[in-house]
Nanobody, 116 residues
Framework: QVQVVEFGGGLVQTGGSLKLSCVAS????????VAWHRQAPGEQREFVAGVATDGARDYVDFVKGRFTISRDNAKNTVYLQMNSLKSEDTAVYYC??????????WGRGTQVTVSS
């Protein structure tokens, strides 16, 4: 079983930066692909970025050039560096870890609020 917890959310002004962390615990050797998703009020949850065990990265178009996902396997942590934040980036950000042979493990989320 794998558990993930998100850290690093908060309040930031437009144009500012935040770095989110997703820390995995448990049977972390079973973790494969890890992704960040977000959900704004009244909206559906959407994919933001993901990283595979080999470091290959995926981004949704609206964060390309602003967000960077990275992975430290030794620390069982995946990061999401968010720069040039916009008000439309305001959302709860969730980490999701694909577990080999098991269901995806979701965290409880961390709130990111971008004020103008």
């Amino acid at each position: 079983q794998v558990q993930v917890v998100e850290f690093g959310g908060g309040l930031v002004q437009t144009g500012g930066s935040l770095k989110l962390s997703c820390v995995a615990s448990g049977s972390t050797f079973l973790v494969n692909y890890v992704a960040w998703h977000r959900q704004a009020p009244g909206e559906q949850r959407e994919f933001v970025a993901g990283v595979a065990t080999d470091g290959a990265r995926d981004y949704v178009d609206f964060v390309k050039g602003r967000f960077t996902i990275s992975r430290d396997n030794a620390k069982n942590t995946v990061y999401l560096q968010m720069n040039s934040l916009k008000s439309e980036d305001t959302a709860v950000y969730y980490c999701a870890a694909d577990v080999i042979g098991g269901p995806t493990s979701w965290g409880r989320g961390t709130q990111v609020t971008v004020s103008s």
